[in-house]
């Protein structure tokens, strides 16, 4: 589509563009600098004076697709009465509120102002089932991360120290099941779970593979940064959710320190003022879970602070935060122990399962409520991953939607940050524990527009590897914009009611130069695309390790003709050419 964007306050930190009056003009899907009068006279102009325009929403962890997002659909019909949408000329029916259905999900991100999910972990085997979700999940472009750290062959390569034909593997993988990046689940810990055993520091070695997960967390940053990829490695730490497990999260952190980010990529960079490319070697997923201090539920307290210091001294890291914003959720992951232990908790229904030779996986429902003091520690510590942590560029605002809470609470969250009026207001009406376990109460400080703009679009664009064409409106980028009915010279963060209000509903959502959304009503739903990433290793290297791979595949229960994923389960299959070493 071609639009121009007239006069509204833009804040795009990609380009440093911090709420100057602007037009953004976008011809054929992409920015560009202008649109000629006869152009213009043709386009679609959408008046946003008085308004804050920026670029479209991008989440770089999200639980949307896959076999275990479709477990919690299943196994909650609870969850699907009460949250309907009708069917009309241009939008499928759905249903589902912490775990919508597919084309629910698709026009809810997008009612918000959102453009581009990634979805969090794809376990191999699974990925063509995946892969048809994200198909049938309109208007957003998607992307998955490859669930690695539990990985047979993975872990029978690093643990021999041939990390040259770790990396190979690696590469291949990620073509063969079309995903994006490296994912690291509880490493070595899974695998121990098929014992009903878990791993309990970084330097237990697990059961017959002899492997321990500070190894695997090594082996996979240093294959990440020779492969070259987009995002740096994406871990979901060990011993999550448990009191105490700060200090295994703030030890995970050293291990890649050492590893100098590589991110090498054949592709067209949309035009930025700040260095699009990524420079961290961890992007550490879910702070919140992984920051519990103390040593039982009755003594824990917030370990956010601790974190949050090692990580304001050091370069090498990026986290998102998994917000609780209080309410419903379905906790799903690949960290199978982690949900038992919320089974023992709560005694809920739940599923767990075991996906042969890769990794796990567990679902279980989950209400946070003002009333526990757990539960209203963990709201408070969600905010402090974003507020302690001073530089925005090492953040990146989630609720690991549906774990902390459905991402239709992103408003809630987005509040809370800017306002600290809003935060008081939460403060009293939740668990003292809130206050007395958590610094939050003790931070006064309050997001401006900018900021936001760099934990919701920038920097998860930026630290995945995909600035050179989302999270910024630089010419050559996509034309994805927001425009929220915010006035940025009138905006009071102590009138907290009207930015919830402002947030849930973008006034103008547009993808690819096409109006997508108006007040949080479809209004069009054009094609969408699917990112992975073709590595490039020497064809020497994948044929010695394919020998081995096919060696061991004959303890898979399906054959290796049937373990691809081929690029017509993809809907615009856009491959992302990554030059390895
Ligand atoms: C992410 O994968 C991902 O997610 C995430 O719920 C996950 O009883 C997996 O409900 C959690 N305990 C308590 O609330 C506190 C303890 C209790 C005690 O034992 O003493 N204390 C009190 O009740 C205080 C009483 C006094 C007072 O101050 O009121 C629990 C409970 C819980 C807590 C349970 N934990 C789990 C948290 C959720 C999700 C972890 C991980 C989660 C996993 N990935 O004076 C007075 O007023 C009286 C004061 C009271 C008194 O003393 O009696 C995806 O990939
Ligand atoms: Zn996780
Ligand atoms: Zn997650």
Same mark, same amino acid.
């Given at each position: 589509?071609?639009?121009?964007?007239?006069?509204?306050?833009?804040?795009?930190?990609?380009?440093?563009?911090?709420?100057?009056?602007?037009?953004?003009?976008?011809?054929?899907?992409?920015?560009?600098?202008?649109? %000629?009068?006869?152009?213009?006279?043709?386009?679609?102009?959408?008046?946003?004076?008085?308004?804050?325009?920026?670029?479209?929403?991008?989440?770089?962890?999200?639980?949307?697709?896959?076999?275990?997002?479709?477990?919690?659909?299943?196994?909650?019909?609870?969850?699907?009465?009460?949250?309907?949408?009708?069917?009309? %000329?241009?939008?499928?029916?759905? %249903?589902?509120?912490?775990?919508?259905?597919?084309?629910?999900?698709?026009?809810?991100?997008?009612?918000?102002?959102?453009?581009?999910?990634?979805?969090?972990?794809?376990? @191999?085997?699974?990925?063509?089932?995946?892969?048809?979700?994200?198909?049938?999940?309109?208007?957003?472009?998607?992307?998955?991360?490859?669930?690695?750290?539990?990985?047979?062959?993975?872990?029978?390569?690093?643990?021999?120290?041939?990390?040259?034909?770790?990396?190979?593997?690696?590469?291949?993988?990620?073509?063969?099941?079309?995903?994006?990046?490296?994912?690291?689940?509880?490493?070595?810990?899974?695998?121990?779970?098929?014992?009903?055993?878990?791993?309990?520091?970084?330097?237990?070695?697990?059961?017959?593979?002899?492997?321990?997960?500070?190894?695997?967390?090594?082996?996979?940053?240093?294959?990440?940064?020779?492969?070259?990829?987009?995002?740096?490695?994406?871990?979901?730490?060990?011993?999550?959710?448990?009191?105490?497990?700060?200090?295994?999260?703030?030890?995970?952190?050293?291990?890649?320190?050492?590893?100098?980010?590589?991110?090498?990529?054949?592709?067209?960079?949309?035009?930025?003022?700040?260095?699009?490319?990524?420079?961290?070697?961890?992007?550490?997923?879910?702070?919140?879970?992984?920051?519990?201090?103390?040593?039982?539920?009755?003594?824990?307290?917030?370990?956010?602070?601790?974190?949050?210091?090692?990580?304001?001294?050091?370069?090498?890291?990026?986290?998102?935060?998994?917000?609780?914003?209080?309410?419903?959720?379905?906790?799903?992951?690949?960290?199978?122990?982690?949900?038992?232990?919320?089974?023992?908790?709560?005694?809920?229904?739940?599923?767990?399962?075991?996906?042969?030779?890769?990794?796990?996986?567990?679902?279980?429902?989950?209400?946070?409520?003002?009333?526990?003091?757990?539960?209203?520690?963990?709201?408070?510590?969600?905010?402090?991953?974003?507020?302690?942590?001073?530089?925005?560029?090492?953040?990146?605002?989630?609720?690991?939607?549906?774990?902390?809470?459905?991402?239709?609470?992103?408003?809630?969250?987005?509040?809370?940050?800017?306002?600290?009026?809003?935060?008081?207001?939460?403060?009293?009406?939740?668990?003292?524990?809130?206050?007395?376990?958590?610094?939050?109460?003790?931070?006064?400080?309050?997001?401006?527009?900018?900021?936001?703009?760099?934990?919701?679009?920038?920097? @998860?664009?930026?630290?995945?590897?995909?600035?050179?064409?989302?999270?910024?409106?630089?010419?050559?980028?996509?034309?994805?914009?927001?425009?929220?009915?915010?006035?940025?010279?009138?905006?009071?963060?102590?009138?907290?009611?009207?930015?919830?209000?402002?947030?849930?509903?973008?006034?103008?959502?547009?993808?690819?130069?096409?109006?997508?959304?108006?007040?949080?009503?479809?209004?069009?739903?054009?094609?969408?695309?699917?990112?992975?990433?073709?590595?490039?290793?020497?064809?020497?290297?994948?044929?010695?390790?394919?020998?081995?791979?096919?060696?061991?595949?004959?303890?898979?229960?399906?054959?290796?003709?049937?373990?691809?994923?081929?690029?017509?389960?993809?809907?615009?299959?856009?491959?992302?050419?990554?030059?390895?070493?």
């Amino acid at each position: 589509g071609t639009i121009a964007i007239k006069n509204g306050y833009v804040f795009d930190p990609l380009n440093e563009i911090k709420g100057e009056i602007m037009d953004i003009f976008i011809r054929d899907g992409k920015v560009v600098k202008e649109l %000629s009068a006869a152009e213009l006279k043709n386009a679609k102009v959408i008046d946003a004076s008085g308004m804050t325009v920026m670029p479209g929403g991008v989440d770089s962890h999200s639980h949307v697709a896959g076999a275990k997002v479709n477990a919690g659909r299943q196994m909650r019909p609870e969850d699907h009465y009460k949250a309907t949408l009708k069917k009309t %000329s241009l939008t499928h029916s759905g %249903s589902g509120y912490t775990v919508p259905s597919v084309y629910k999900q698709g026009y809810d991100y997008a009612a918000m102002g959102y453009t581009t999910v990634f979805e969090a972990a794809i376990p @191999p085997i699974e990925a063509r089932h995946t892969h048809e979700e994200m198909k049938a999940t309109p208007l957003l472009d998607m992307g998955g991360y490859l669930v690695l750290g539990n990985n047979f062959f993975l872990m029978r390569y690093i643990r021999d120290g041939d990390i040259e034909k770790a990396a190979a593997y690696v590469a291949w993988m990620m073509k063969t099941h079309k995903t994006y990046g490296i994912k690291c689940v509880n490493p070595a810990g899974v695998e121990n779970w098929g014992w009903g055993k878990n791993v309990s520091s970084l330097d237990e070695a697990n059961i017959h593979f002899e492997i321990t997960p500070r190894e695997v967390i090594k082996g996979l940053a240093e294959i990440n940064e020779r492969l070259g990829m987009p995002m740096p490695l994406h871990l979901h730490a060990n011993n999550l959710g448990h009191p105490g497990c700060y200090a295994v999260t703030k030890d995970s952190l050293k291990i890649p320190a050492g590893v100098k980010p590589r991110q090498n990529l054949d592709v067209e960079w949309a035009e930025t003022k700040m260095d699009p490319s990524r420079d961290r070697s961890v992007y550490l997923t879910h702070l919140m879970f992984n920051s519990f201090a103390g040593t039982t539920w009755g003594d824990c307290e917030s370990g956010v602070k601790d974190i949050a210091d090692y990580i304001n001294n050091k370069d090498h890291v990026v986290i998102d935060s998994g917000c609780t914003p209080f309410g419903e959720a379905t906790v799903m992951t690949g960290d199978g122990p982690a949900i038992h232990d919320l089974y023992t908790l709560t005694g809920n229904k739940w599923s767990n399962t075991d996906v042969e030779m890769e990794c796990g996986s567990g679902v279980i429902p989950f209400t946070y409520l003002k009333s526990n003091p757990v539960h209203s520690l963990q709201w408070a510590m969600g905010l402090e991953c974003l507020l302690l942590i001073n530089d925005p560029w090492k953040t990146i605002m989630t609720t690991d939607s549906p774990n902390g809470g459905p991402f239709t609470k992103y408003p809630e969250v987005m509040t809370w940050l800017m306002s600290e009026a809003f935060r008081k207001q939460t403060f009293s009406e939740c668990h003292k524990w809130a206050n007395d376990r958590s610094e939050l109460g003790g931070v006064n400080r309050e997001l401006s527009l900018y900021d936001l703009a760099i934990l919701t679009r920038a920097n @998860p664009a930026k630290t995945i590897g995909m600035a050179h064409r989302k999270g910024s409106l630089g010419v050559g980028a996509d034309g994805d914009v927001t425009v929220y009915n915010i006035n940025p010279q009138q905006l009071d963060p102590n009138n907290y009611e009207i930015l919830l209000r402002t947030f849930r509903k973008a006034e103008y959502t547009v993808k690819g130069g096409e109006i997508v959304a108006v007040k949080g009503e479809i209004v069009s739903v054009p094609e969408k695309r699917t990112y992975y990433s073709e590595v490039h290793v020497e064809d020497e290297r994948e044929k010695e390790m394919l020998a081995d791979v096919k060696e061991w595949f004959r303890y898979y229960t399906l054959g290796f003709a049937n373990y691809p994923t081929s690029e017509k389960y993809l809907e615009n299959p856009t491959p992302i050419k990554v030059n390895g070493e």
